[in-house]
Nanobody, 124 residues
Framework: QVQLVESGGGLVQAGGSLRLSCAAS????????MGWFRQAPGKEREFVAAISWSGGSTYYADSVKGRFTISRDNAKNTVYLQMNSLKPEDTAVYYC?????????????????WGQGTQVTVSS
């Protein structure tokens, strides 16, 4: 079992930045691929970004490419999502997810463990 705890959400003006963190409970975190997803009110959960177990591979949704950066620190059992040039349409609850196979995938069903989510609100 892996427990994931997100932090770093909040209210920011359009054009601003936030950095989300996701702390994992297990030392075997380094074997897991990690992903960030988001869900806006009335919409389905959507993929945002993912990173392989080593950090050597990353993948982004087209809507955030060039603005968001996913990274990880295996020594700290933590994955990050740096979000720059935020837009009102980025407003959502952001979820961290872990996959017990270390390669990057974008499908939510492929992830085994989920955090509780952190709210990001971007005002115009």
């Amino acid at each position: 079992q892996v427990q994931l705890v997100e932090s770093g959400g909040g209210l920011v003006q359009a054009g601003g930045s936030l950095r989300l963190s996701c702390a994992a409970s297990r030392r075997t975190f380094r074997n897991y691929a990690m992903g960030w997803f988001r869900q806006a009110p009335g919409k389905e959960r959507e993929f945002v970004a993912a990173i392989s177990w080593s950090g050597g591979s990353t993948y982004y949704a087209d809507s955030v490419k060039g603005r968001f950066t996913i990274s990880r620190d295996n020594a700290k059992n933590t994955v990050y999502l740096q979000m720059n040039s935020l837009k009102p349409e980025d407003t959502a609850v952001y979820y961290c997810a872990a996959r017990s196979v270390g390669v990057v995938v974008t499908a939510a069903y492929a992830y085994n463990y989920w955090g509780q989510g952190t709210q990001v609100t971007v005002s115009s």
